[in-house]
């Protein structure tokens, strides 16, 4: 569910670097497929949530920002500063005290 999230955001990013007015085509398709993950993610959330504590699922959802972060530096090259690791770490610890 997370990993949809991320791919989605990263796709939805990638179809705003187009200029939809000449590739009308590969925005279209981006956009689409974007949308589509993000859907996915959601739909697999209500999976999660029918079987998991609300408690538990919605705040765990935040680990798609692990992931998004990693997408980000890995495909759009974008930099990861230490208040983005220690965002990240946050993050981490936070689920780990609630699985615990």
Not at 7 to 23: C, E, N, Q, R, V
């Amino acid at each position: 569910m997370t990993w949809f999230g991320a791919i989605g955001g990263y796709l939805l990013k990638k179809s705003s670097s187009f200029d939809y007015k000449k590739d009308t085509r590969l925005f279209g398709g981006w956009l689409l497929v974007g949308v589509g993950f993000y859907g996915a993610a959601a739909i697999l959330n209500i999976i999660a949530l029918r079987f998991l504590p609300y408690t538990i699922v919605f705040p765990l959802t935040a680990v798609t920002y692990i992931w998004t972060m990693i997408l980000s530096f890995w495909l759009l090259k974008e930099n990861i500063s230490l208040r983005k690791i220690l965002g990240v770490a946050l993050i981490i610890s936070g689920a780990i005290i609630l699985v615990l």
